[in-house]
């Protein structure tokens, strides 16, 4: 492993740390905030299919193709950290895809004390050679609709979540947006009604007066 590449996962690992690494690390994070995540970033992150106005009913299974669907400058790392909250999923997990340019550090999906959190990071296998795919997609977000009635909201960490910047580490992303997903829970068939229709009585002919 060449010197630069094991800067790299060293790097990513203390990132991907930092919210339990101590005040050296709360400092480093501190100073991130103040340029990470910022409107005129250059790279986004996107879930396909978007919010669902219509909702999703119970036991219809669905897969979120996690994209970023625009990086105009070259990248060596990748790292996302989103949270579930709300409704959640029993059978929620994420499916990484294989990226021929990228080396997953870490792939974590752990409970959390209001939902779930997917934290990834993954880092260029060749540091001479910066990520320059027009939409990688870097997995699938998988589950089947609850029969519990509610949202499913999938929020991006704006500071956690990071695109390095080939050559300066800066990051390029841009503040990621917050997705929602409504559950119809069950939907019961109306009950047929038991009531004959009524009919209009047929005119009675009077009797002819010849």
Not at 66 to 92: C, H, N
Not at 180 to 201: A, D, H, M, N
């Amino acid at each position: 492993m060449s010197v630069k590449r094991y800067l790299q996962v060293i790097i990513v690992i203390i990132l991907v740390s930092s919210a339990i690494a101590g005040v050296a690390i709360i400092n480093y994070n501190t100073e991130l905030r103040e340029k990470a995540a910022v409107p005129q970033g250059s790279g986004m992150i996107e879930l396909q299919p978007r919010d669902l106005e219509e909702g999703i009913i119970a036991n219809t299974p669905m897969s979120l193709k996690l994209a970023t669907p625009r990086i105009a400058t070259p990248l060596d790392g990748i790292q996302i950290v989103a949270t579930f909250t709300g409704v959640i999923p029993s059978d929620l997990s994420f499916s990484p895809t294989t990226i021929p340019q990228l080396d997953f550090v870490v792939n974590k999906l752990e409970d959390t004390a209001n939902g779930k959190r997917l934290t990834l990071a993954l880092v260029t296998k060749d540091p001479t050679q910066p990520l320059n795919l027009e939409t990688p997609q870097l997995g699938t977000i998988n589950f089947t609709a609850p029969a519990t009635k509610g949202t499913l909201t999938i929020t991006f960490d704006p500071i956690r979540s990071i695109f390095a910047e080939n050559s300066s580490s800066q990051d390029v992303l841009a503040t990621p947006e917050t997705f929602r997903y409504f559950f119809l829970g069950t939907i019961k068939p109306s009950p047929k009604s038991s009531r004959k229709p009524i009919r209009s009585p047929l005119p009675t002919k009077k009797p002819s007066t010849r």
